[in-house]
């Protein structure tokens, strides 16, 4: 997958603003749409950090828009000598890491108004400096304890996400990214989005990922839910053809999660719960007609509202009398 988050790093020095300055001039939604066309069309190149779970990574990034297809590279500098390249070959496909890219921070243009305003607190904030460039901060607050909230830092220039933390509860920042340096608009030349060994992992088009759309899933799917937390829809499904294994995909328009099912017929697994920075993992089981069926899930929500959607899973009763 994609860079599916950026998180702030460790700022050197705030460069405090009037709120009010900004709140006359620009409007969090025009910044939050700004900032999604952004990051799917530019061109740019940098060095960024990214702050996860205790673990501190620099990474380099190359990222290319030719005749409307995506090319993207990224290295880690630090760590593990990690690499991924990226094309966005098929044009009409909705796969689960665009989806959870798209329905991260930079979806939030693709939210209506009223959706988001019911579910966040979304105002810009404050000015400052990132990576030498001037941006403006706007503050995601959830409403509820169902998500979480973002504080992000977009380029007053171009619109692209330059910092992002991930709030948790009392303020905790769970995730943090920041570009180092960054250059936008330049021209990427192709030796900067070929990999450097033949070894490199590559997001592949040639197999497809593609989700079924929404009224398909409907159809297709065991299984559904007898609760959701207030906002978030079915954005996708995905059933695997050698295991059976069912993957519904939920989002709000910024917050997104997934619900595995699995058929565990032998297998002895008590309910757990792991958290590694803002992404949960929560799993439990269910019998169906004598049968277990492993249900976990999967994504950046609190840990209780992943429990509460895991037990919250139930058979579609035409499929399972």
Known sequence: ???????????????????????????PTTILSKMADANRTLDYSGIFTYEHGGILRTIKVFHSVRDGQEFERLFLLSG???????????????????????????????????????????????????????????????KDSYRYGY???????????LQSMLIGD?????????????????????????PSEPEVHRVSSKVSTCLSNVESSVAQSNWQQSWLPPGFGLAGYLKSDDSGRETLIYTDGLAIFSVFIDSSEAVDIPEMQAQRGATVAYLTKTKIRRQDFLISVVGEIPVETARAVAHAVIPVQHNYQ
């Open 80 to 142: 593990p000598k990690k690499e991924v390249t990226r094309q966005s070959d098929e044009r009409r496909c909705e796969r689960l890491g665009d989806l959870m890219l798209r329905s991260s921070v930079t979806a939030a243009a693709s939210v209506p108004k009223d959706h988001l305003e019911k579910l966040y607190h979304v105002y810009p904030k404050a000015k400052d400096r990132i990576a030498g460039r001037e941006t403006l901060t706007v503050h995601v607050i959830p």
């Open 170 to 194: 009392n303020n905790r920042v769970l995730e943090r990214f920041q570009f180092a340096d960054v250059e936008i608009g330049g021209s990427i030349d192709e030796a900067s989005l070929d």
């Open 1 to 27: 997958m994609p860079i599916s988050r950026y998180f702030a790093a460790i700022c050197l020095l705030l460069i405090a603003a009037s709120p009010l300055a900004i709140a006359d001039t620009t409007s």
């Open 151 to 161: 504080i992000l830092g977009v380029d007053q220039e171009t619109g692209l996400l």
